[in-house]
């Protein structure tokens, strides 16, 4: 049998630390995964995807929304329900990374994607054609639809520089290489997103004369 949500609200309100009914924790729970009652979860079908989950945005602004309307509001209560939500799903599901908005999840994605270029043969056959090594990479995103459309797939491009450190008294090919990759993640619900796929990954290095 597969991770439930039932088992993550459960866990959820032994973490919560405070009494709280079990269909509050529901709804509250829910609300993290973006809907705003649990009986719109249980017909959207999420449910059955929770296994192949990898990345979870959680909805603070719903969380803050819900809690006010079951009237469990106290001071900063959003966050550290947030954080008793993080908590169990990372128990039902450690391969899980939660994020507490989507800016979080694009840092992580960038580092993931710098990680893939820098594995890359189109990366590696760039930087062998230099007298330099090392590399700082300097990566920008931009989401070709936004995270809240409902889209099969949450694709980001990628770009920017890596900056590499000239070899001295060696004959200069250049030391800044450019570089591009598409991250394509497919959504499984509102706040959900199966596993990173890294496409389309282009080096090149940039055509400057060396510095005097």
Not at 27 to 40: D, E, F, M, P, R
Not at 173 to 187: E, F, N, Q, R
Request: proline share 5%; net charge negative.
């Amino acid at each position: 049998m597969g991770t439930t949500f039932s088992s993550i609200a459960f866990t959820f309100r032994a973490k919560l630390g405070k009494h709280l009914p079990l269909g509050h924790a529901q709804q509250v729970l829910a609300a993290a995964l973006g809907y705003k009652t649990y009986a719109s979860f249980n017909a959207s079908k999420e449910e059955a995807a929770l296994d192949s989950v990898q990345h979870v945005v959680l909805d603070l602004a719903l969380i803050d929304k819900r809690l006010g309307e079951l009237g469990q509001l106290p001071p900063s209560a959003p966050y550290s329900f947030a954080q008793a939500i993080r908590a169990a799903i990372i128990e039902h599901l450690p391969t899980v990374r939660v994020h507490n908005d989507v800016d979080n999840l694009k840092d992580e994605i960038r580092s993931l994607v710098e990680r893939e270029i820098e594995d890359s043969g189109a990366y590696t056959s760039e930087v062998a054609m230099t007298n330099a090594y090392g590399g700082d990479f300097d990566l920008e995103s931009e989401e070709t639809s936004s995270f809240e459309d409902h889209e099969p797939e949450w694709v980001l491009d990628v770009s920017g520089h890596v900056y590499l450190e000239q070899e001295p008294e060696q004959v200069y090919h250049g030391d800044t290489i450019d570089v591009s990759a598409t991250a394509v993640l497919p959504k499984l619900g509102r706040c959900m997103l199966g596993e990173l796929k890294v496409i389309d990954i282009g080096a090149v290095i940039q055509p400057e004369p060396y510095p005097d």
